[in-house]
């Protein structure tokens, strides 16, 4: 994750888990302080609050039994941090986008358990035409660089268009 967009701010209360075999090769219930740099625009797992758990639950979202976190990006850094929650729109994509059903949500530094690899850009919107620079409005968007946890929820946004009709 780069450090060239804008202030950071250091998380360094939250625990990192070590899932499935490496927790048991490793002693079973490891747990390694997290000490990255989070700016604003990164992509973080976070423990999302019960708000959010209920928001999630009423646009139809069920996480299912061993789920415990969420993506999110980065809004504001100031204590505590805004986070908006991310989606995918299409499945098996890992092209992430803010979850347009779901509000920021403010969680603790506490809450960030990693900044995932990403790499950061941005979509035109298609009814708009030309692209981003020319009039047009972007999306922002993320591309995954890495597997998730196998605890970690990452919901799917219908759109209502196919890849063919999305402009890009």
């Given amino acids: 994750v780069g450090s060239t967009r804008g202030r950071g701010v250091w998380a360094s209360g939250p625990k990192l888990r070590v899932p ?78 803010g979850d347009s059903r779901l509000d920021p949500i403010a969680v603790d530094a506490d809450g960030i358990v990693k900044v995932m690899d990403t790499f950061p850009s941005q979509r035109p919107v298609p009814s708009l035409g030309g692209g981003i620079g020319y009039g047009a409005e972007g999306v922002d968007c993320w591309e995954l660089q890495e597997p998730l946890s196998d605890n970690c929820l990452l919901p799917l946004e219908d759109t209502g268009m196919g890849f063919h009709q999305k402009g890009w």
């Fill in 20 to 97: 499935g075999r490496e927790a048991g090769r490793l002693g079973g219930g490891l747990c390694v302080r997290m000490s990255e740099e989070v700016f604003e625009k990164d992509v973080v797992e976070f423990f999302p609050p019960e708000e959010l758990w209920a928001s999630l639950k009423g646009i139809g979202v069920q996480a299912e039994g061993g789920v415990e976190t969420v993506l999110g990006a980065v809004v504001e850094l100031d204590s505590p941090m805004t986070i908006q929650p991310l989606c995918v729109r299409e499945e098996g994509s890992t092209e992430l986008y």
